[in-house]
Every structure is written in C-alpha cells, then in structure tokens.
C-alpha cells in the first residue's frame, strides 16, 4: 500500500455530519500530544494534513480524511487532559460512543500511546471501552527515536501487560522523525481493507448485472 491521495474532507461533532459512504474507516485516537496528528501525517506523506497543534486537547471534532479516493481515516480528539473541563469531558465521550457504536464499516481502531512510558489510566480505559464493543485495536506506539535501543524491550513488555491486549490485537513501534514502522501500519491497512473486500464478496455473491442503468 502506498498512499498517493490524502483529502480533508470534514469536521463532525456527531455522526449525523460525517460523510455517508461504504469505504472502509480507520479510527485513530490517543492522548493528546502523543504524536496523533504527526503520525497522521507521517503516514500519509502530507506535512500539514493533520494540524499539529501547541494547544493540546483543544480541537473536539471528528476529523474525517479520505485516502487513495477509497477508504476513511477517522481522527479523533486526544483525551486525557485536565484542562478540559468536565462538560467537554461528557461530550467528548458521547460523541465517541456514539460513533464506535453507529459506524459499520469501521473496521479497524490505531490507539496511539507513547512508547516512553507506561500508559496512563486513560489510555487503559480507552482500550478497554474499544474493546467492549469489540473493535480491533492496533495498539501505535509513538516516538520511538525517543527511546534508547536498551530500553526498547522493557518498554514493550510494560505496553503490553499495562493494556493486556486480546484476541489479535498487535502493537505496533513507530516514529514519525525516523518512520520506523510505517511499513507495518501500511501492511495493516491492506490487510483490513482486504479482508474486508473478501467477506464482501461473499455477501454480495453472485454478481449478476452490474451494468449502469442507463437514461433515456
Ligand atoms: N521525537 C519525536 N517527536 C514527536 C513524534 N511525533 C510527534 N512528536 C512531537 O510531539 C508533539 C505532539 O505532536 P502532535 O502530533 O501534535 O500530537 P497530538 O496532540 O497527538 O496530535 C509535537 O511537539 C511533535 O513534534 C515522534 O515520532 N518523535
Ligand atoms: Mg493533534
């Protein structure tokens, strides 16, 4: 997977404003400065596709991007700041609920946590709630050219038992300075979006006319 086509196309405080489309989604989210816009970025080659921000936990919008004309990333604000007040608190986590909870072709949720360290309550809390409605998570460590080669497998295995990952659930290393990783979280992508086109297929099958109706 390469991406060649990265579009804004909308900001959405509830799902009635997101797009109606039948691409596949990507959900990212994670606390806020741990590297979610920059990562966005990264990943789709663009330098200010995902504003990275000196305010953090301001933007309370879903950010909607379309990629490659074909399939949606979903950014979602950070959490986990206590300058937000408990109101926005409330919101944040309703308009989420509401999306995780609405949105069918939301096929695959990157948590983004900071490689440095163990992660917070609130990421924990995150995953949990991901996975209490059964969402796939790839757990994105960020900031990886932070951590020194000696550290690396300690900080993994802290990952790893702080958030006790289920089923097929992997975490993925990453940099947005040094790109460690992307390859991965590409190769994760076509892996979604394929298994989504064969379970897709055999829904539909078999094809019979797909000609255009034409107007007379
Ligand atoms: N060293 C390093 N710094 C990063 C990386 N990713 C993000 N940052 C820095 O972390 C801060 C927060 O990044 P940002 O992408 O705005 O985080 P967001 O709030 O999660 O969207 C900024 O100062 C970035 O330059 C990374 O991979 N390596
Ligand atoms: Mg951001």
């Known amino acids: 997977?390469?991406?060649?086509?990265?579009?804004?196309?909308?900001?959405?405080?509830?799902?009635?404003?997101?797009?109606?489309?039948?691409?596949?989604?990507?959900?990212?989210?994670?606390?806020?400065?741990?590297?979610?816009?920059?990562?966005?970025?990264?990943?789709?080659?663009r330098k200010k596709l995902a504003k990275t921000s000196s305010n953090p936990g301001k933007t309370q919008t879903l950010n909607v991007y379309h990629i490659n004309d074909e399939f949606y990333f979903i950014d979602v604000p950070g959490y986990g700041f206590a300058r937000v007040a408990k109101s926005v608190k409330a919101t944040f986590g309703k308009m989420i609920e509401q999306y995780v909870t609405d949105r069918e072709n939301l096929k695959m949720v990157f948590l983004l946590v900071d490689f440095r360290h163990k992660p917070t309550e609130d990421d924990k809390l995150m995953y949990d709630f991901l996975k209490y409605y059964n969402l796939p998570v790839t757990v994105i460590a960020t900031k990886s050219d932070k951590v020194k080669n000696s550290e690396r497998s300690?900080?993994?295995?802290?990952?790893?038992?702080?958030?006790?990952?289920?089923?097929?659930?992997?975490?993925?290393?990453?940099?947005?300075?040094?790109?460690?990783?992307?390859?991965?979280?590409?190769?994760?992508?076509?892996?979604?979006?394929?298994?989504?086109?064969?379970?897709?297929?055999?829904?539909e099958s078999p094809v019979v006319d797909e000609l255009p109706i034409e107007e007379v």
Do not use: W, Y
């Open 1 to 45: 997977m390469e991406i060649k086509k990265a579009e804004f196309i909308t900001s959405a405080v509830k799902n009635e404003g997101l797009p109606v489309h039948n691409g596949v989604e990507f959900m990212f989210c994670g606390r806020s400065n741990v590297g979610k816009s920059s990562f966005i970025n990264t990943l789709t080659n």
């Open 154 to 203: 300690k900080n993994k295995k802290v990952i790893l038992e702080t958030l006790q990952l289920q089923g097929n659930d992997k975490m993925i290393v990453t940099s947005s300075e040094s790109k460690e990783g992307l390859g991965l979280v590409l190769s994760k992508l076509d892996e979604v979006l394929e298994l989504h086109a064969s379970t897709q297929s055999e829904v």
